[in-house]
């Protein structure tokens, strides 16, 4: 019989020689009811790390189940109860910092010293974040018609949020996202994280109750996404959906939980606009930096850059240049500062994006496949190309690795049309030292958020961002009170005063 595989990663029934992470379903940790694990391997180091199991559709109910006993735990907590308990649960992550950044490392891939702590960091600084922001957001009182009349609104918990999370920052997302502003809006919640990140999941729930989150608060149920994940989406037990991943997964999710509030953040494939006016060694510098964080596995990555023909020979030799600089190895080295991939089929997509490239004709300057002599074969070369055609799969589609093309444009019609050749509409950068050009590309960009001479990946966890409407990048936007906004419930209260 062939061997089982979810992502790359072996199924078992028999996990030995290494620890056995487990589900948190009502207060109690559980090895699931199917019998079945998964193993994980480091995508940097090929070592097993672990075993998760392999949750079902019952343990989701179950947990679907307890969540909603638990409701009133959470919302029951006066406002600055449950912003004490965000502060505490950033406590705990932040003792356990360097532990978490050994699992992140290890398990996900990033390296340790140039991702993995920063990652724990903004873990800790998200639940701070969510506690700080929830005691200020204030509601209306609204001027009426009639004199008798008395109007104001109030923020209410949403009730039982079913929330499914990736891969790519499996620490600091979820928290970010969607547990952090969660429970400071005082809902439960069923969270179901990537299969190949689940280690970081138990560990991070190990800190929720360290901190007191009440048993049943935050349930963790760990499996395939087809199976747990949209049990939680489509149970009529969840009131509300919180998503992050690919637009594919997005689409279905969309119409399982359809009918229920839906916070739905997918995929980018965010154009960097390099004009010819542009500090070329800014541009060059931030758009590598963009390309090669995470390894390219950021919704908001430089995917693709286009450049201005005047400048393109220039620019793209400081691109190379940077690519060059990337180095890859022993992920607890400091000197190493980019990981590998997190999982074989993601691989497989970014080798399929190039071939495509090349059989259209591209030019590889740099890189331009796995590389070779490292632990794994999840390790990407950085690879910087030109010549590209805006009919490839790399400029019209999500590539999620550490590849970058530049395509050249010879007028700001021929980069709009280039642009627009993809229906991903998440981030974008644009490099130029006039302040005109800047408003007219930021005000015309289909994206949720574009960032002027910084690459497109920046993100302060409280500024908005998210897929614009008509694109396939999302519904909703996330970001601090925004965030807390799409986990609450505005009620309105009408009262008559004449007897
Ligand atoms: P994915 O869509 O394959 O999986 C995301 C999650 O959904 C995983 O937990 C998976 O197990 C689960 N899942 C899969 N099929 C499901 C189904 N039918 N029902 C319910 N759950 C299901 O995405 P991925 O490969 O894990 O993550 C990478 C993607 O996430 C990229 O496209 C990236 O752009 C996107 N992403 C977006 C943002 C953002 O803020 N917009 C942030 C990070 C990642």
Known sequence: MPMKTIKGLKVTTAPSGAPVSRMRIGGRWEEGSSGEFLEVTSPATGAVVGFVPLGTRADAQRAIAAANAAKPKIAGLSVWERSKLCFAVADAIEKRKEDLARTLCLEQGKPYHAEALGEAGA???????AGEQIKWLETACFPVEDRNKRAFSFLQPKGVFGIVTPWNFPLALPSIYYLAPGLAAGNAMVWVPAPTTSIIAEKLMECLIEAGVPD???NLVIGDGPEVGDEVVSNPGTDAIAFTGSSETGRIIASRGAGKPLMVELGGNGPTIVLADADLDTAAAR??????????????STERILVADAVHDAFVEKLVAAARAVRMGDPFDPATTMGPLNNEPNAQKVDAHLADARQRGASILFGGGRAEGLATRLHYQPTVITDLSPDSLLNVEETFGPVVPVLRFRDEEEAHRIVTKSRLGLSAAVFTQTIRHAFRWA???????????????????????GGAAGTASGI??????????????????????SR
């Not at 758009?287 to 908001?300: D, K, L, R, V």
């Not at 005000?443 to 961002?465: F, K, Q």
Request: aromatic residues 6%; charged residues 15%; negative net charge.
């Open 216 to 218: 049943g608060v935050v």
């Open 123 to 129: 873990a800790v600084a998200a639940f701070r974040n």
């Open 476 to 497: 909703g936007r996330t970001g601090g009170r925004h965030t807390l906004l799409e986990m609450s419930d505005l009620k309105t209260v009408t009262i008559d005063i």
């Open 287 to 300: 758009a590598a930096a963009g390309c090669f964080a995470n390894a390219g596995q950021i919704c908001t």
């Open 443 to 465: 005000e015309a960009l289909r994206v949720g958020i574009v960032n002027v001479n910084e690459m497109s990946p920046y993100w302060e966890t409280h500024i908005p961002a």
